[in-house]
């Protein structure tokens, strides 16, 4: 049992609760996730690892209640436990792969946005420690929505917020904001590393693209069970079949079919289209044993 040591709402239907997981602690980097499991029988829930601290053997996780499991979840308290906590999975961030010396010749933007702003936190926070101070882009729909600002603050080099009604900080999409700062203050990026909603890094790709600026993306939005198994998170990048959660969660977003992807997440919402994509899919349907049962 994998007991939980704080829960509290971040804003409306986002939650934050740390977890005494210090296996998962210890070896974790910047851009994996977990699957929990709140019962026996529950649901498996992908989750992107928001922080942890491998001292105190307890990880981070955000989630925001979308079904009856998270719903279950919001209602779990400090002292009580997850049956499962599995992980680190995926693959870690690019970044960790290169020396500090390397990091700090890069000018690196981060754009985060809703329940995004989750998984960018760690990249970011980790950078610190390496001597980087990357700039970050946070936005959401109206001031509430907004999540981590005082901690993204504490680690950005440079921090902005933008709200798609105007209610706080700049006004605008998050990509009014990369022109912005590129065409007219002047900023030049090395890198580009996207999180939010499949459509906000669909059209990030495309404005950075225009500006000749590598993105990378994280698919973790897609994932559904957290093993290729499902069939939920394929992608096609460069032509070929992926599966965010054990190829990714990143690509180069540049590469990424979105539309392909935005149309099979509403073909999988229900069982009559997760049977049409097995069935028009075949073996490439997921990626686990490739005998897909539909």
């Not at 029988?41 to 690892?49: A, K, Q, V």
């Not at 990143?250 to 069935?279: C, I, P, S, W």
């Amino acid at each position: 049992m994998y007991q939980i040591l704080q829960a509290r709402e971040l804003t409306n239907n986002i939650w934050l609760m740390d977890v005494h997981a210090p296996r998962v602690a210890s070896s974790c980097l910047p851009g994996q996730f977990v699957i929990v499991r709140a019962g026996e029988d529950g649901e498996r829930i992908p989750l992107t690892i928001c922080d942890y601290d491998a001292e105190a053997g307890s990880i981070t996780i955000v989630f925001q209640v979308v079904g009856a499991s998270t719903y279950f979840m919001k209602s779990l308290k400090a002292g009580d436990s997850f049956h499962d906590v599995v992980g680190p999975l995926g693959c870690a961030s690019d970044l960790t792969k290169e020396t500090p010396e390397e990091l700090r010749k890069k000018r690196i933007l981060f754009v985060a946005g809703g329940v995004g702003t989750a998984p960018v936190y760690p990249q970011v926070k980790w950078l610190k420690k390496q001597g980087v101070m990357a700039d970050v882009i946070v936005g959401a729909k109206t001031k509430d929505l907004l999540i981590l600002e005082k901690e993204m603050e504490a680690v950005a080099g440079n921090l902005y917020v933008t709200t798609d009604d105007g209610s706080y900080g700049r006004s605008g999409m998050v990509t009014k904001t990369i022109q912005d700062l590129v065409c007219a203050e002047g900023k030049q990026y090395d890198l580009c590393i996207a999180i939010g909603p499949m459509i906000m890094m669909k059209f990030v790709c495309k404005m950075t693209k225009e500006l000749n600026i590598p993105t990378v993306v994280s698919l973790n939005p897609i994932m559904v069970d957290g093993t290729g198994m499902c069939g939920a998170c394929r992608v096609t990048v460069d032509g070929k079949v992926k599966f965010a959660c054990v190829d990714g969660p990143e690509f180069d977003g540049h590469l990424v079919n979105f539309d392909e992807a935005m149309q099979r997440q509403l073909l999988y919402k229900t069982q009559e289209g997760r049977a049409y994509l097995a069935a028009q899919e075949g073996d490439t349907h997921h990626g686990g044993c490739g005998m897909c049962e539909g």
